[in-house]
């Protein structure tokens, strides 16, 4: 793997990050590389490659990737509950479901009011619990993400499962809602509208969403994962990588050496290494900032 020079574009003096002078490719060769999480406990990195059915394994210690699980109903976004365990948005089978400590499958919901999602895309988990995500129709509008198929819901839409796996419908006025993530106190929640171009900002209470003025509009390319750092910055997927201060200003851009940046992640022992999945690869750079912590 080859490692690429990179450089902040600051735009705001309030951005203070900086790190490496360089891109790390950790992996390449994908078709569409997406969903990153880190794994604290196994200290491995696990992503998506859609179009080819498979989770990938890249393993902190040594560098080694392997495929961790194959076929995975093309799964996209993934995210760990407070017990460790891998929840992932699987296109394919149109379900949220949930890898037990002991490898079993749970699924956490694949239908509301009786009907199949279109194909759940990204997804977080609230300290309480619940399980929050968005549903645009990528997985069942041809073959290359999933399994082409009529949908059977009324559009797509942001969704919640609760503790006693009821499922709610949160937000109904997205056209493609993808990349989701909780501010570090968890009252507002910010949601991508990939078609849109822009990023919504929702204040969260309980189980309910209101608000949703738009936070941010694309600088280039079209939103797609977000993830929030310590300070409550807003890290979203586009073009590049852009930064914005919780007051929506547009802080900085982290060029990146694929056509488009599809999620990023903060990971390591220190949550300061920033994981990019782009296009057909994986980077990573380490930072003087932390992501927030989820877990």
């Known amino acids: 793997m080859h490692n690429a020079p990179v450089g902040f574009r600051r735009l705001d003096e309030r951005f203070t990050v ?32 859609i179009p080819n059915d498979r989770i990938m394994r890249w393993d902190e210690t040594d560098g080694s990737v392997s495929v961790f ?5 093309y ?18 089978a149109r379900r949220v479901a949930r890898t037990e400590l002991d490898g079993s499958i749970t699924v956490l919901a694949d239908r509301w009011q009786g009907k199949r999602f279109n194909s759940p895309n990204d997804v977080v988990v609230a300290r309480d619990g619940s399980v929050w995500f968005t549903d645009p129709p990528y997985g069942i509008t041809s073959d290359y993400e999933g399994h082409r198929a009529e949908p059977e819901i009324d559009g797509c839409h942001v969704y919640r499962i609760d503790s006693s796996d009821a499922v709610d419908r949160v ?13 570090p106190d968890e009252r507002v929640l910010y949601i991508a509208d990939t078609h849109r171009g822009h ?10 969403l209101t608000g949703g003025e738009v936070f941010a509009e694309s600088p280039g390319g079209r939103f797609d994962g977000l993830r929030v750092d310590a300070l409550g910055r807003v890290w979203a997927a586009a073009d ?20 488009a940046v599809s ?33």
């Open 69 to 73: 699980r194959s076929p995975a109903g």
């Open 199 to 208: 990023i919504r900002r929702f204040d969260v209470d309980g189980g309910k």
């Open 240 to 259: 590049g990588v852009h930064c914005f201060h919780p007051d929506g200003a547009h802080l900085a851009t982290l060029p990146i050496p694929q056509p």
């Open 75 to 92: 799964a996209n976004g993934h995210t760990l509950d407070r017990q460790g365990r891998l929840v992932s948005c699987e296109q394919g």
């Open 171 to 183: 937000a109904d006025d997205f056209q493609r809602p993808n990349g989701l993530a909780f501010s």
């Open 18 to 49: 900086a790190g490496d002078d360089y891109l790390e490719c950790l992996f390449s060769g994908g078709r569409w590389t997406e969903g990153p999480v880190y794994v604290p406990s196994g200290k491995y990195l696990l992503f998506s490659d």
């Open 263 to 295: 999620n990023l992640a903060f990971g390591g022992p220190k949550r300061n290494r920033l994981f990019i999945t782009a296009t057909n690869s994986v980077y990573s750079i380490m930072l003087n900032t932390n992501g927030a912590w989820r877990l």
